[in-house]
């Protein structure tokens, strides 16, 4: 079945080197100029995945404008992998950057409160969104906390009743929270996510109960859910085998694993 991953990263530069001792040992990082990507392209083929989309993070505000060139040289490539933008809210001359990101022609941002040091409803992150809609960028974020059994709540920044201050301020907007609404406090994605227009991914779904991904997909609706594994964090088969006994039916497993995301990428993924 054709398998999108709306949810994935390849390292070079500073972030591989950061992370370079695991990823090489899973091979994930090849011994070549564009080793990340390499990685991705390499591992996609064994794991069934026909196309991913790669989501990087500007965890400091001045290294934004050098990853959006990154970015753009990765699309230009022709290769199955579509890069998002690098957006922060503390970057320099954060209007110049949404214009050039807006000319690059990119699909859509990522953003990550928690690593990026921001709660969603922040003020400066006002003009990001109006901009976004505007223009038909979507804002796919990291929401809820990390992967750590044990995390400190007065200090997390990504709280699904701060996203849903965002849906409700900018109706139309196209706005992802990626990990089933938020990893490790779906409770609170339930209460207030559920039932409106933003949309899922499964990224990270292997830490979930069976049960609750299958019950959250029902209550959310499979045409609002995205296929995403946050790869190379977490493997291809394995995270599709969980949201394939979670989706009700072959149909709404189409859609998740791929129709979705042609929806929403429409045209712009012709050109890959």
């Known amino acids: 079945m054709k398998t999108i991953d709306f949810h994935s990263h390849f390292y070079n530069g500073a972030r591989a080197e950061g992370a370079e001792e695991y990823l ?7 011994k070549t100029a564009d080793g990340g990507l390499d990685g991705v392209l390499y591992w996609m083929k ?41 957006i922060h809210p503390g970057c320099p001359g954060l209007e110049d950057t949404l214009y050039g990101i807006k ?25 990001v969104y109006k901009f976004c809609r505007d223009n038909s960028i979507i804002v796919l974020a990291h929401g809820g906390a990390g992967t750590e059994k044990e995390f400190d709540r007065v200090s997390l920044k990504g709280w699904p009743s701060l996203f849903r201050s965002v849906i409700d301020d900018y109706p139309g907007l196209k706005f992802i929270v990626a990990h089933m ?8 994605a339930m209460k207030y996510l559920c039932k409106t227009n933003v949309i899922f991914d499964t990224a990270y779904c292997l830490l979930m109960d069976d049960m609750l991904l299958k019950e959250i ?56």
Do not use: C
């Open 46 to 86: 064994q794991g069934g995945v026909d196309f991913s989309v790669n989501l990087p993070v500007a965890v400091k505000a001045e290294n934004t404008a050098e990853m959006n060139e990154r970015a753009v040289k990765y699309n230009s490539m022709g290769k199955p992998v579509m890069s998002f933008g690098a």
């Open 181 to 188: 609404g938020g990893l490790q406090v779906w409770d609170e």
């Open 103 to 127: 000319k690059s022609g990119f699909s859509g941002l990522k953003i990550h409160p928690q690593e990026q040091g921001f709660y969603p409803d922040d003020e400066r992150m006002k003009k």
């Open 217 to 272: 997909i029902a209550a959310h609706g499979a045409g609002k859910v995205l296929f995403g594994t946050d790869f190379p964090w977490q493997p291809y088969k394995e995270t599709r085998d969980k949201v394939a006994k979670a989706a009700a039916s072959k149909e709404e497993l189409e859609l998740i694993l791929h129709g979705n995301a042609e929806k929403l990428l429409g045209k712009a993924l012709t050109i890959f």
């Open 24 to 30: 090489i040992s899973k091979g994930l990082v090849l």
